[in-house]
């Protein structure tokens, strides 16, 4: 649904994005993560047809970027990383306004504009001027506007930048619900943390390279092959060493008061046969779960060999 091919970008000798190839499967929730700087805005911008590649291309929903800017532009709802300036403007004619940009014909408009205010919660917020708004309202506004010619693949672009904790929960909730719609959605961000529950795959940026890429456990599972398993015990944890440590599948063990931490060579058939093997022996088990890596650890694990 989104592809780039070896994309481009240089301003003079500087070089913003070199070389960046990179598939996002229709209805993924698709994370672009990276320091400020690292060439995320410069490459969904490209994507969003307002910047020219020095080289490469881009296609969305099999249109190219370069040879048909039109038909991309129909088939995304973008979203800036800021909203603009709409003095006077109430946000119905505002919605009005991107909805006959967007060719929706006149007749049909009222129908659209209402189907997005309502699915954004913000029906009665119609009669209001945008300036007026909450930050958190105008991203809420921002997006409806992205929403209103119904497009398959959305490209936002640091959508939780400068929100409360509460408004970024329920910008989160919407992305999720827009992808059970069917929606493809190319999200950014900075702050790692943001896309922790919210994205199905990632794609690492640094310095203008794309790091990595793919769905979020399986690039955990590259950056550690090894299991971290968490062991809650109702005894103390020494009771469980005499035999976790003559187990040739663990090849790390630290225990701590109630609780063990191991790091298990194997699939989840290696973890069963663990469990099994301590219940077995009589141990009273409160917790027994591994541990996945998160944004934050995939992140400085993909970038620490490029810092320097």
């Given at each position: ?158 959508p939780t930048s400068g929100l409360d904790p509460r408004a970024r929960i329920e ?25 922790a529950d919210c994205c199905s795959s ?107």
């Amino acid at each position: 649904m989104i592809e780039l091919k070896d994309f481009t970008k240089r301003y003079g000798r500087h070089v913003a994005v070199e070389g960046l190839s990179l598939q996002i499967p229709a209805g993924e929730l698709f994370g672009f993560i990276g320091p400020n700087g690292a060439g995320k805005s410069t490459t969904i911008r490209f994507l969003a047809t307002l910047l020219k590649a020095t080289a490469g291309d881009g296609f969305i929903n099999g249109y190219s970027v370069r040879r048909q800017p039109l038909d991309v532009r129909r088939s995304i709802g973008y979203m800036p990383d800021n909203f603009g300036v709409y003095e006077g403007m109430r946000v119905t004619d505002f919605m009005d306004f991107f909805a006959a940009a967007y060719q929706i014909p006149a007749g049909q408009r009222r129908q659209a504009i209402d189907r997005v205010l309502e699915l954004l919660d913000l029906t009665g917020k119609r009669r209001e001027y945008v300036n007026s708004l909450s930050r958190g309202m105008k991203q809420r506004l921002s997006l409806a506007k992205a929403l209103v010619h119904d497009p398959p693949v959305l490209i936002l672009d640091e959508p939780t930048s400068g929100l409360d904790p509460r408004a970024r929960i329920e910008l989160k909730n919407l992305f999720r619900q827009l992808r059970r719609q069917g929606k493809t959605i190319l999200l950014s961000s900075h702050v790692l943390a943001e896309l922790a529950d919210c994205c199905s795959s990632l794609g690492i940026i640094e310095r203008g390279r794309l790091l990595m890429a793919g769905p979020v456990q399986e690039i955990a599972r590259r950056i550690a092959p090894h299991r971290t398993i968490q062991i809650q015990l109702l005894e103390p944890a020494e009771k469980a060493l005499p035999i976790l440590q003559h187990q040739p599948q663990i090849l790390h063990v630290r225990a701590e008061d109630h609780t063990i931490w191991l790091q298990v060579a194997g699939d989840e058939t290696a973890a069963a046969e663990l469990l099994g093997q301590l219940v077995r022996a009589g141990l009273r088990i409160h917790e027994f779960a591994q541990q996945e890596a998160n944004i934050e650890e995939i992140f400085l694990r993909v970038t620490q060999g490029m810092v320097g």
